[in-house]
């Protein structure tokens, strides 16, 4: 069983910046692909980030350049460093990680942790 902890979401002023940690149990090594995705009250989850298991990077237009993803695999962390945020990246951002069990590709979600961004 996999289980994926988001922390790092809260109250922050527009312009202001968060890091988001996502604690896997066991080795991420095993996942091709972590992630980040959000989801705004009345709106579909949406991408917002993913690295591969090789350090691959990509981010939804709406975060490039002031969004980062990184992971550390001593840690089994995945991390979205934000900055410059604005009201319209409030959302509950959940954790994603995707690998292969077998031949079957499996998809874990972590429970979401609320980032709000307002003044």
């Known amino acids: 069983q996999v289980e994926l902890v988001e922390s790092g979401g809260g109250f922050v002023q527009p312009g202001g910046s968060l890091r988001l940690s996502c604690a896997a149990s066991?080795?991420?090594?095993?996942?091709?692909?972590m992630g980040w995705y959000r989801q705004a009250p009345g709106k579909e989850r949406e991408l917002v980030a993913t690295?591969?298991?090789?350090?691959?990077?990509n981010y939804a237009d709406s975060v490039k350049g002031r969004c980062t993803i990184s992971r550390d695999n001593v840690k089994n962390t995945v991390y979205l460093q934000m900055n410059s945020l604005k009201p319209e990246d409030t959302a509950v951002y959940y954790c994603?990680?995707?690998?292969?069990?077998?031949?079957?590709?499996?998809?874990?979600w972590g429970q979401g942790t609320q980032v709000t961004v307002s003044s």
């Open positions: 066991g080795s991420i090594n095993r996942f091709n692909t």
């Open positions: 994603y990680a995707g690998g292969y069990v077998g031949l079957r590709y499996q998809k874990y």
């Open positions: 690295i591969t298991s090789v350090g691959y990077t």
